[in-house]
């Protein structure tokens, strides 16, 4: 065993020692697949530990400290992967960033964790590091991937080729054969081996330090302990690495699990060809954002609206099927009565089986939500269609460890129980949920006082979520403890709650309500432009803009229809009274969203404040 | 790396790949160039191609010996339609000349295998494995001659060409009264021998017609799956080029002169072949028979089976073969169609408005024939639960 052999030879197991091991256990097994060409190539153990020990050895050469920065800024892809282990094997510090990052915060990044070496993927992640070189005083080196569009073309002496990179590295390997591992051996688990950057809904983006000691954590928790899934995750399994690997949810999915247990990691081509990717790989562990889940959704309502009446009828009724399905699982906790079971055969054959294969589900045997909070008649329609949907908790500060629905204990509008080995309390002036365990963070990255204002001396962790315990197990996440609103009236309401039940309708992508000291509740409603596009069309209603789909009148009476079913839910003073379309998608090259599509509310109630008060008659 | 569109430096090692290995239950997720372009690329494919053989090879058990012969003959026939199939349906060089080439083949395999010094011309070449593709080639070869006109020609004047060349060999056949003897008398068909064992009289291994049809079906396999390699190489894919704009292959860098000799060359060496067999299952050659009328059946063949399409030949084929038995049975079932070819309507007048109306009837309904159908069923249940 692993663990076993690195404490033999006294050695610290990190995600590197575990790649290590499976490339002379496994060497000609899978480890990872990319799409090339039209064809998923296969990496084996050999291959990927091979690489990355060409980069470990290239960072020595290049001169790279025990502490020291490497940047990542790239789609996933194996070199994304190279890049991480051998960063971590020199003992240095991983800091991804968002591809979408405009050159701004690129700058910020950059000079916040004062990455010595950037490897960017292309000419246009170049391009942003380049523009901001001179507010990066540390950035020695550039390394691209891609040479298109670079090569021949740019003369700064800081780039450098990825090829050029790997020779590197084979010259220091053959002058230094065991320079990597005598660093690999010194590392221990204080090590800080990433930065994971906060997506900073309010205010700038902090580093978060996690150490080699979290990240074996985490690794235990999950895979070794089947936290998420049961059994746990093997070679066997598939994986789709699909979102940004800097957030912490697709680095433990991606990298650690693949690390840990073997499941091998195919790389979508790119956010675009998810849809495609998945029904090509059939994963059997998928983890999405609750974007991910509704836009499925949506999709299958699109598809069945413009399908066949015969086919329309017959996946309708199935569907309905479905939904009853989902109700009793929701009420057994995942878990299916001989009833369901039959019901669920009989729909296997005439509608599951062809719908989950469309998608990608059909091997699915673990699914999970988190990152952000989800409608539960979204896990729900799932579960019914025979998905195991799972709702997560966990954020960066504590490794992503914290609670999760386990299979067969499943509560809809819960995020679960707190795993083995972790410590879960409320506080009772605020409500506010405090972790305590061994994956808690080491601090933000040059920022004491704002770690103090997170940590408590004696371990605690403040996770800026209200929340509270439901039959004393399960947890349930009312909202963010600063976007509680407090009505004028005196109420405390939880916008996500009603924000996330507007999002359920396969019209609505974005709402955001409105309502902090004042009479009433409004909402900023951005519609679905896919859907509400295809609605439109069916119906003959032209536009041509977003802008002017959503001032139809006919879409406003679409979305007042969804709006009223959700306030039917809710009680008076939570109810949405009005709401304006937003005029334009949301995007975060404008500072509306960050980088993993979470609203910056305040930036965005400032931008279209005029609309706001509007709805409030000033 | 492994890349070989970016520059390679000499002292970085390959990255061990993997084995091009297929994942368990995901016929999509393809690791190798070799899976993309499988013939059988899922296992519903495999199984339901296994079970159609395995039918197949029943079926001599099963049927009459009559039956049996009529399905030799659809066999030999769906190789020929193959032929044109080519030519026509995946290089779009329309040819009404098919005919032509069925009949090259025909004489040379029954001259080659015809005992010498008989009243026609013989070499006592009986051993199948040399008539049949020295059949195929001499086709092949009056293919080539005949191919530079369609390099030159297109659509209709191309059609008028090669109906020409049905009219031409249609005369020189009946005249070469050495070779073909003559109209209405005919001469012997070409024996199969395969070393040294007659396939063509009842033996150990079954009746005359059992044996035929096995042979008629390995072939018609050999030939098939020739075609459908030949369709997924660049060989292949030049042709649909060519066929769906030449002018457009010719700048994309497909050299037309060589692919549309080769496509005359390779659809003739299948008519030659088809000329062989078909004049064995039948015994005799009659040179009356390579009329417009057989090139207009190939092309009917092509048409309800579907174009471009392997299985859709054979479909043809066999749909235009079976339909004449079906048809001889009319008389018993409806009083009004006689057997006797006096009395109007009889079951021959039937037999060809049945091929008039079919042929109009699929072009009109469903263009892409027999294998459109199915493709059309195909779709239905690969889309559900939705319409795309």
Known sequence: ?618 | MTDPRSWTIPNVPDIPTGRFRRVRGRPLLRTSYAQDMALLDTPAERLGTAVLVALALALPVVLADRSLEVLSGAYALAIGAIGLNIVTGYAGQVSLGHAFFVAVGAYTAAALSAPPGGRTLGFGLAEIWIWLPAAGLAAAAAGVLVAPLATRLRGLYLAVVTLGLVFLGEHVFKEWKALTGGPGVGREAAVPRLLGYPLDRDGPLGTREQVLYLLMLALLVLFAVAARNLARSRVGRAFAAIRDRDIAAAVIGVPLTRYKVLAFGVSSFYAGCAGGLLSTVSGYVEPGSFSLLMSVQFIAMVLIGGVATVSGSIAGALFICLLQPLTRTLPALVPLVSADTTRTPNVFQVETVLYGLLIVLFLVFEPRGLAGLWIRVRAYWKSWPFSY
């Open chain 1, 1 to 618: 065993m692993t663990a076993a052999d690195a404490t033999a030879t006294g050695t610290t197991t990190t995600i590197v020692t575990r790649v290590r091991e499976r490339a002379r256990s496994a060497p000609g097994a899978v480890a990872m697949r990319h799409k090339d060409l039209g064809v998923w190539r296969e990496i084996t153990w050999a291959g990927y530990w091979d690489r990355a020990e060409l980069v470990a050895h290239a960072l020595l050469a290049l001169g790279v400290e025990p502490g020291d920065r490497v940047a990542v800024h790239s789609e996933n892809r194996p070199e994304w992967l190279y890049a991480d282990l051998g960063t971590v094997a020199v003992r240095g510090v991983t800091v991804g960033l968002y591809p979408t990052d405009p050159a701004a915060e690129v700058a910020y990044l950059l000079a916040d964790s004062g990455a010595r070496i950037l490897i960017a993927e292309d000419q246009e992640q170049a391009d942003k590091a380049l523009e901001v070189l001179d507010r990066c005083p540390d950035l020695r080196h550039v390394v691209y991937v891609e040479p298109r569009g670079i090569r021949g073309r740019y003369a700064d002496p800081r780039l450098m080729g990825w090829p050029e990179l790997l020779a590197l590295g084979a010259g220091h390997r053959a002058e230094h054969p065991g320079a990597v591992a005598q660093r690999m051996a010194g590392a221990g688990p204080g090590d800080v081996m990433t930065l994971i950057y906060t997506s900073g809904t309010t205010g700038p983006p902090k580093g978060v330090m996690l150490t080699v000691g979290n990240v074996e954590f985490a690794v235990e928790t999950l895979v070794t302990g089947g936290g998420f899934t049961w059994p746990p995750p093997s070679e066997r399994d598939l994986l789709l690495s699909y979102l940004p690997l800097c957030h912490v949810a697709e680095r433990a999915f991606t990298v650690w699990f693949n690390a840990a247990s073997g499941a091998q990691v195919n790389f979508a081509e790119s956010i675009d060809t998810v849809q495609a990717n998945l029904r090509e790989v059939q994963p059997t562990i998928l983890f999405g954002v609750p974007r991910i889940w509704e836009k499925t959704l949506a999709q299958i309502d699109i598809r069945r609206a413009s399908a066949t009446p015969v086919k329309r009828a017959v996946t309708g009724f199935w569907l309905r099927v479905a939904d009853r399905l989902g109700d009793t699982l929701a009420r057994t906790g995942g878990r299916h009565t001989p009833a369901t079971r039959l019901a669920y055969a009989a729909g296997w054959v005439c509608c599951y089986r062809a719908l989950r294969e469309r998608f990608g589900l059909r091997h699915v045997r673990y699914a999970a939500s988190g990152a952000a909070p989800v409608a539960p008649a979204v896990l729900k329609f799932f579960m019914g269609i025979g998905v195991p949907m799972h709702e997560l908790y966990g954020m960066s500060e504590n490794t992503a460890i914290a609670t999760a629905n386990r299979p067969g204990r499943v509560r809809l509008g819960t995020v679960g129980e707190p795993h083995p080995g972790v410590e879960l309390r409320i506080d009772e002036a605020t409500g506010e949920i405090l972790t305590r365990h061994p994956g808690t963070f080491a601090g933000y990255w040059g920022r004491p006082e704002a770690t103090a204002a997170v940590l408590d001396p004696d371990g605690w962790l403040r996770t800026g979520d209200v929340g509270e315990l439901v039959d004393g197990t399960h947890l349930r996440i009312t909202d963010r403890l600063k976007d509680v609103i407090i009505t004028a009236g005196g109420k405390n309401v939880a916008p996500s709650e009603i924000e996330n039940a507007l999002k359920a309708s396969p019209y609505v992508k974005e709402a955001v309500v409105v309502g902090d000291r004042r009479p009433y509740l409004v909402a900023l409603v951005g519609i679905e432009p896919d859907t509400v596009g295809e609605w439109a069309r069916r119906r003959g209603i032209p536009y041509t803009t977003y802008r002017d789909l959503s001032q139809r009148p006919e879409t406003r009476e679409l979305v007042q229809g969804v709006v009223d079913a959700v306030n039917a839910r809710l009680a008076r003073a939570e109810q949405v009274k009005r709401f304006a379309f937003l005029p334009k998608e949301l995007d975060h090259e404008d500072g509306e969203l960050t980088a993993t599509q979470k609203v910056r509310r305040a930036a965005v109630v400032k931008l279209f404040e005029d609309l706001v008060e509007g709805m409030y008659g000033r």
